[in-house]
């Protein structure tokens, strides 16, 4: 069963940064596309922004310009640095295994997701 493990959410300022963090298991690491995901209160998941293990990446155009994708393949890490945050960006964020970039279907199990929380 596939698991990945988020990190890094808090509570921030309209217009303030984070960046989330993501383990996974190297075997997963290496050969798949990864991406992060958002649920907010009462709203279907969603993606934000995918990445392959070359390093090609996609976003959503909520996020486009704010939000960079990025993975360390030493520690098996991917992140989300997100900057210039807005209330509509609060959410529980995931991160999950994907086949392609193109789709972004997700084929892992969810993990129990980090808050983000935007304050106006």
């Known amino acids: 069963q596939v698991q990945l493990v988020e990190s890094g959410g808090g509570l921030v300022q309209v217009g303030g940064s984070l960046r989330l963090s993501c383990v996974a298991p190297v075997n997963i690491f290496t050969i798949f596309t990864l991406g992060w995901y958002r649920q907010a209160p009462g709203m279907r998941r969603e993606l934000v922004a995918g990445?392959?293990?070359?390093?090609?990446?996609k976003y959503v155009d909520a996020v486009k310009g704010r939000f960079t994708i990025s993975r360390d393949n030493a520690k098996n890490t991917m992140y989300l640095q997100m900057n210039n945050l807005k209330p509509e960006d609060t959410a529980v964020y995931y991160c999950?295994?994907?086949?392609?970039?193109?789709?972004?279907?997700?084929?892992?199990?969810w993990g129990q997701g980090t808050q983000v929380t935007v304050s106006s």
């Open positions: 990445i392959t293990s070359g390093g090609s990446t």
């Open positions: 999950n295994a994907a086949h392609s970039l193109a789709t972004m279907d997700p084929f892992g199990s």
